[in-house]
């Protein structure tokens, strides 16, 4: 079959209609409002990222006269001006639903972010002494002239432009620049007439826990309106015609060249510092900007009209972060989830001993995520534990992981961990916490060549006294303890011999000169796992051909790559029955009359990111469920080193399966996907009973964690229950 460019959705819109579905969430006000705002601030930083790298990417294609089409068949001026028109258009509902609702309702609950105007005298006064004792000396006011050029802005940063009137014999108006400091939280709180302990954080993302004023209302006024309200004492002597508030994103993808002798290491570290100063491929202004200051920008910053997003509220919505979590707002909120302990009837045993007798499985957020950090934990203290291998991507700050491994390495075990210095926006993080295992004595590898190094797996060796044993674990998602309360994944903790050997041949073909390995069990990308998820679909279009009955079904983050989405039109044109939860970019069409008509496609947006890889084939009634951190994207496949799993053990398949499953019986929460790339909320028939996936995996996992207990005679109190 030979595809057309009609039978592929573009990709970056198809990225964009996610923040849509994304804001149908904030805009749904069945949702708790608290949640809402999670979900509007969420859309905010999903365009910052999306303008970095994609947007950004579009743009290089274009100024490069690049004029290959996409799969969809748009030049790159066509993709950058659908973009464009797509992206304007989400902001303006973004800030329509965030001005008209959320910040209203917010208010009417008792958590006001207010302007200065609104304040009286004495809060006023209180924050002009905030102001000259915490902010004033750590501002510096930049005026641009012609002995003085516009200075370079980093990216993602907030800053005050102001329009200067002309001074003596000069009588053109003149810019100024004043950056408002990352290192000081951009909401200020304000309660009675006295300004509360204000909490620093390097990104404004904390909050003093400090007790509500009067009546439960927090009230809180913005950085940068405390500043613009003090600009004379800045520019004092000056007239100040206007101001507003700006904010740059650049480009921010990492030219990796090695040449000239530097360590991989040495690379990074320069292009993320590159990356700040890189290329502007969106400036974000307020709506009330003049135009004269307005047309100084865009001259001094070189950009567009179609580059300027004219912003009618507050500018990066990630400000509104901290609020979701403020105390004595539990109303406001999704009940708290309590995860379910898969090691219920365990508790009081080895957790060495358990694998010993049997594989464990994992489904988070629903299951704990405490197996997971006490394997590693336990590795660390263990003195029978003679080595730990590990890879990471991401993880949280103040990791208990890399404390442990830290603690294990310093205790003279073996570890070897290979970091991912490139996993996007968390370079600078990954490479702290690298250098303090090196220092503690790890061997760090920082990631293979050409390739960035996306599989999750942990190795442990253990002297018994059978001789050495080995404990892996496998996930879909990485080992950051915060993010598995809200995303979605599976993990498989084992000590089976096949994938044990497995781990082995991964790290020794990682850390040494070895060829890629064979696996017994596991599939490898970029050298094994694209030719098997080929041969998998091929397989059952061939059995559909021969009158067998064939199924595919599969869930992941993203599907792009264009083989994978070939063989699936050629597998549904024999008559399998394909269905896919997609949650974000899908460049397939499902549904097109003698193409894809037996492929459905839903994306579910809830309260936990749909994050897990799952795949499933039916085989002819043999079924096959595979596990991986990889998505069927082109990047997953050929430029990554993933790994891919099976699910062997019957129960666990049982357990796969049905969560696998249940994501198509979502009439809540799933939106179906059109052929011309629309969604829409899945129908409910009147007499059906509302079915929302992610509430029903949670009290399955309660469920079974319950029988486990009552099973293994474990006394547990109600609470544990709940």
Not at 213 to 241: C, Y
Request: with cysteine; aromatic share 6%.
């Amino acid at each position: 079959m030979t595809l057309d460019t009609s039978l592929f959705l573009n990709r970056e819109l198809s990225w964009l209609a996610f923040d849509e579905r994304v804001l149908e969430e904030a805009a749904d006000a069945s949702n708790p409002l608290l949640e809402r705002v999670k979900f509007a601030a969420i859309v905010g930083s999903n365009l910052d990222e999306f303008f970095m790298v994609r947007v950004a990417a579009v743009m290089r294609a274009v100024e490069e006269e690049d004029a290959a089409t996409d799969p969809a068949g748009l030049t790159p001026p066509e993709e950058l001006s659908a973009i464009r028109h797509r992206s304007h258009r989400l902001v303006a509902s973004l800030y329509e639903i965030v001005n008209d609702e959320l910040m209203p309702a917010l208010r009417a609950a008792g958590i006001r972010v207010l302007p200065m105007a609104e304040l009286d005298d004495a809060r006023r006064a209180s924050l002009g002494k905030f102001f000259r004792d915490a902010v004033l000396p750590v501002l510096t006011p930049l005026a641009i002239d012609v002995s003085r050029p516009f200075p370079r802005l980093s990216s993602m940063t907030l800053n005050l432009a102001l329009l200067l009137d002309g001074a003596g014999s000069d009588p053109e108006r003149r810019l100024a620049i004043v950056q408002v400091p990352s290192m000081l939280t951009r909401l200020v709180e304000v309660a009675g007439g006295d300004l509360l302990p204000q909490a620093h954080s390097a990104k404004g993302d904390g909050l003093p826990a400090v007790a509500p004023s009067a009546k439960g209302v927090r009230t809180f006024v913005l950085l940068e309106d405390v500043i613009r309200a003090h600009l004379g004492l800045l520019f004092p002597g000056q007239t100040i015609l206007g101001s507003t508030v700006m904010r740059l994103a650049r480009d921010a993808e990492l030219e990796l060249d090695d040449e000239g002798g530097r360590t991989h290491l040495e690379v990074v570290e320069r292009e993320v510092r590159r990356r700040r100063l890189s290329d502007v491929v969106r400036l974000e202004v307020e709506a009330s900007a003049s135009e004269d200051l307005l047309a100084l920008l865009r001259e001094q910053l070189d950009v567009t009209e179609e580059e300027v997003y004219t912003i009618p509220g507050l500018l990066d919505l990630r400000v509104l972060l901290p609020l979701t979590d403020l105390p004595g707002f539990d109303e406001l909120r999704d009940p708290p989830l309590q995860p379910a302990s898969v090691l219920a009837a365990d508790e009081q045993r080895d957790l060495f001993e358990v694998l010993d007798e049997r594989d464990v499985l994992l489904h988070h957020p629903y299951d704990s995520y405490d197996p997971v950090i006490a394997l590693i934990v336990r590795a660390a203290d263990d003195p029978d534990v003679l080595a730990i291998k590990q890879t990471l991507y991401r993880t949280s700050v103040g990791s208990p992981i890399i404390a442990a491994l830290q603690r294990a390495a310093e205790g003279n075990k073996q570890v070897t961990v290979l970091v991912e210095l490139t996993a996007r926006f968390d370079e600078e993080r990954n490479i702290q916490w690298a250098r303090a295992l090196e220092q503690a004595g790890a061997h760090v590898i920082y990631g293979v060549r050409r390739y960035k190094t996306h599989a999750k797996i942990c190795l442990v060796v253990r002297r018994t006294p059978q001789g050495l044993r080995r404990y892996v674990h496998l996930g879909t998602g990485n080992y950051n303890e915060r993010t598995a309360r809200v995303y979605t994944d599976f993990a498989l903790m084992t000590s089976s011999l096949p994938m044990a050997e497995d781990a082995t041949a991964f790290f020794s073909a990682l850390t040494g000169y070895s060829d890629a390995p064979r696996f017994k069990k596991l599939v490898m990308a970029p050298t094994q796992l694209r030719p098997r998820f080929l041969k998998l679909i091929e397989r059952e279009r061939r059995r559909a051909e021969a009158g067998q009955p064939a199924e595919i079904v599969a869930k992941m983050n993203s599907l792009v790559d264009e083989d994978i989405v070939e063989a699936l039109y050629k597998a549904s044109q024999a008559g399998v029955e394909i269905r896919l939860n997609v949650r974000g970019i899908c460049t397939l069409r499902p549904g097109v009359p003698d193409v894809s008509e037996t492929i459905e496609v839903v994306s579910i947006v809830d309260r936990f990111l749909e994050h897990s890889r799952v795949y499933y084939f039916r085989n002819g009634g043999d079924e096959q469920i595979y596990l991986a951190s990889a998505d069927w994207m082109s990047r997953n496949l050929d430029k990554r080193v993933e790994l891919m799993f099976p699910v062997e053990n019957p129960a666990h398949k049982a357990t796969v399966l049905y969560a696998l499953r249940a994501m198509f019986r979502d009439n809540v929460r799933a939106r179906l996907l059109h052929a011309d790339g629309t969604y829409e909320r899945k129908p409910r028939a009147a007499d059906e009973q509302p079915f929302r996936v992610q509430h029903h995996l949670q009290e399955e996992a309660r469920r079974r964690s319950t029988l486990a207990r009552e099973r293994a005679g474990v006394t547990f109190t109600p609470e544990q229950a709940e």
